[in-house]
């Protein structure tokens, strides 16, 4: 088993940079698809972006590419998700999800999930 534990939340202004890290703990990531989900106040959980770890490929929500990065740092066992020109609606709890899954934007699909960091993108 695999634990993800997230790091890098915070408040930040519209158009602003963050940069979330997802840190396997107990196990590593290899052979697994590595996701990021977000929830934001009322609203289910929303697929953002997953990697798969083996190849390094990654697919994107369209509502975040081109300002939100993904990738990988082998030698860490880590997953960082650089997010950029940050909008006002980017606002949520960021979580991290790992596990061998078939379609990777069905959060149900994830079987090992951190605890969540919460992303404020103020206006």
């Known amino acids: 088993q695999v634990q993800p534990i997230e790091s890098g939340g915070g408040l930040v202004q519209a158009g602003g940079s963050l940069r979330l890290s997802c840190a396997a703990s107990?196990?590593?990531?290899?052979?697994?698809?590595v996701g990021w989900f977000r929830q934001a106040p009322g609203k289910e959980r929303e697929f953002v972006v997953t990697?798969?770890?083996?190849?390094?490929?990654?697919w994107y929500a369209d509502s975040v590419k081109g300002r939100f990065t993904i990738s990988k740092d082998n030698a860490k066992n880590t997953v960082h998700l650089q997010m950029n020109d940050l909008k006002p609606e980017d606002t949520a709890v960021y979580y991290c999800?790992?596990?061998?899954?078939?379609?990777?934007?069905?959060?149900?699909?994830?079987?090992?999930w951190g605890q969540g960091t919460q992303v404020t993108v103020s206006s």
């Open positions: 999800a790992a596990g061998a899954v078939r379609l990777w934007t069905l959060s149900r699909q994830y079987t090992y």
């Open positions: 990697i798969y770890w083996s190849s390094g490929v990654p």
């Open positions: 107990g196990g590593t990531f290899s052979s697994y698809y």
